[in-house]
């Protein structure tokens, strides 16, 4: 496809008939092939159709999330889902002829071993028998995506969503927290009927797919699906262990530096976001001053991400400030056939936007680089403990210029940036930790699950203080987290990959270079290998071996407080 800006691709909606023949086509060429050079080609063949139709699935979401009040993008996003499910039984029957070709050496000795590992696990994830079930999980979260991007309030008399009330939850005007923080609390209380009785089906009908599928519960098939082929829940429990016995004593030793530093009696929830008691460093200039400087930063920092974002601005690849009907949150996306990352974001005002510019734009530049050197699709991008490296890296490696956008409150932005990479490592454990319980125990109702939440939040975050507010001190908080409805077990990923960019950012003190050279080294192996491999290719510590989570940390709680 030839490049033009992200406003003017054409969405047409895919011919599924003629890509599901193109999978029999494969699969009648795949079982036909007398040498590795045919059966390589059925192979790419097939990618080359796939790539058209997942641009168009991928154009689909985009424009469904920037508005989930469109009813156009809302049914197609129905309608391309039910149709992929549709497909699972020829995904699976190619995948069956391709693990057990004659070439499958030949495969793995020209693109690694991961590709058929990755195929092999996908067999065991997906049946016809959980079609239906599969519309239905889909239809669920598509439904929760808008029920919460459509809910708003009205906040000093201004009209306001969850990213609108955010900016007020870091005024320096305590009262003017503590008003916010009661409007977000009520803004979720209001819909969280609805989330709940969304995610209790969700809950059994994941445990029901599973069970179907053969795994004793949802946790063993996420995992699988996670592509989680090298550690186990019970290696995860030992990290979380770590991060209570370590991260968790440091950040409850930041929290009462910070309500000293801000002359409190008391720290509450609605206190933890100000770092300052003049208030939190905030960008300056609008979006697209914010973009320009963004680009300056890139050009700057090395020829690869020089090009890289000059790229995402000639061709407007991204979609970053809030409105009314935009889905919560930020992401990257790509569309494959056209090469190119895409940026999605709700930018509120605060220093969160810059984030958007590190964070997002590492999983970017990763992919641009991923998708123009490596020739399978399914290879360009890694696993989410691992993805997680190239965003959280970048965050630490844009630290010199923070000067661009904050000017001579820059420093006061990097401490608030490390502040916050650490103290919420803890909530992470949090989020999965809930998870795993509530999938063990899948016929838990809505309150004892709240119950559950505000048990396991004592544990990790024991300075957490709802100031009395009934709906969050029974355990309702857990449901602002939108990758529990929609990426079960999908968060202690980021606590992984902050132990590696942490140990980045460690180099970067001693030697910038080195660290650069080993970053760009990862995201160049995209997910070519797996979980381990590419941590060695990384030239980084496992974060499961005894010590790591100490090792990482430790220079940046020193850090913290020498500098708070």
């Known amino acids: ?21 193109a999978h029999r086509t494969a699969i009648a060429a795949l079982k036909g092939a007398k040498t590795y050079e045919e059966a390589r080609k059925a192979y790419f063949d097939l990618q080359q159709e796939g790539e058209k139709v997942y641009t168009m699935f991928s154009l689909a979401h985009v424009r469904n999330t920037l508005d989930t009040r469109d009813d156009y993008y809302d049914g197609e996003m129905a309608w391309l889902r039910e149709q992929n499910a549709n497909m699972i039984p020829l995904f699976k029957e190619l995948e069956k002829v391709f693990v057990s070709s004659p070439f499958r050496p030949d495969f793995e000795k020209e693109f690694g071993k991961q590709l058929l590992k990755l195929t092999d ?44 009330l955010l900016k007020h939850m870091e005024s320096p005007d305590r009262g003017e927290r503590k008003e916010a923080f009661l409007a977000w609390a009520k803004l979720y209380e209001s819909i969280s009927p609805k989330l709940d009785e969304q995610y209790t089906e969700l809950v059994r009908l994941r445990t029901k797919m ?106 407007r690849l991204f979609d970053l400030e809030t409105r009314p009907g935009k889905r919560m949150g930020g992401y990257m996306t790509s569309f494959p056939g056209y090469k ?104 838990m109702d809505a309150m004892a699950r709240r119950a559950v939440w505000r048990e396991i939040e004592r544990k990790y975050m024991p300075w957490r203080d709802y100031d009395g507010v009934e709906f969050l001190e029974q355990g309702g908080f857990w449901m602002q987290k939108q990758h529990i409805f ?8 980021y606590a992984l990959a902050q132990m590696c960019a942490f140990q980045y950012y460690g180099r970067m003190k001693t030697d910038r270079e080195q660290a650069w050279k080993d970053y760009l080294r990862l995201c160049r192996a995209g997910g070519t290998k797996g979980y381990f491999e590419l941590l060695q290719e990384g030239n980084l510590l496992n974060p499961f071996r005894p010590g790591t989570v100490a090792e990482s940390v430790g220079h940046v709680i020193a850090e913290l407080r020498a500098r708070y």
């Open 340 to 443: 190119a990352p895409f940026i999605f974001s709700n930018f509120n005002g605060t220093s969160a936007d810059v984030d958007v510019l590190t964070h997002e734009a590492g999983h970017a530049f990763q992919g641009y680089l991923a998708m123009r050197s490596i020739p399978l699709e399914e290879l360009t991008g890694s696993t989410a403990e691992i993805n997680e490296i190239h965003s959280m890296s970048m965050e630490h490696f844009a630290y010199p210029w923070m000067p661009l956008f904050f000017g001579d409150r820059s420093e006061e932005y990097i401490t608030a940036h490390l502040i916050g990479a650490l103290t919420v490592l803890p909530y992470m454990c949090c989020v999965d930790e809930f998870q795993h319980r509530v999938y063990a125990e899948p016929e």
């Open 210 to 315: 599973a069970k179907t599928l053969g795994f004793p519960s949802y946790t063993e098939l996420a995992y699988l699906q996670r592509s989680r082929f090298d550690y186990t829940p019970e290696d995860v429990a030992v990290f979380r262990q770590g991060i209570l016995e370590t991260v968790t004593p440091a950040v409850a030793e930041l929290r009462e530096r910070q309500r000293k530093r801000l002359g409190l009696d008391s720290l509450r929830f609605y206190d933890e976001s100000l770092i300052f008691p003049g208030g939190n460093a905030d960008p300056e200039g609008t979006a697209e001053e914010l973009v320009a400087k963004a680009q300056r930063m890139y050009r700057e920092m090395s020829a690869e991400t020089g090009e890289f974002f000059d790229f995402m601005v000639r061709y």
């Open 1 to 21: 496809m030839e490049m033009i800006e992200f406003t003017g691709m054409p969405y047409q909606r895919p011919d599924m008939e003629r890509y599901a023949q």
């Open 121 to 164: 696990a996908s067999l065991k994830t997906a049946d016809e028998r959980v079609i239906q079930d599969t519309i239905r999980a889909g239809q669920l979260t598509q439904q929760y995506q808008k029920d919460s991007a459509m809910a708003q309030t009205e906040f000093r008399g201004e009209s306001c969503n969850f990213y609108g």
């Open 486 to 493: 929609l990426y079960p077990f999908y968060y202690i990923d």
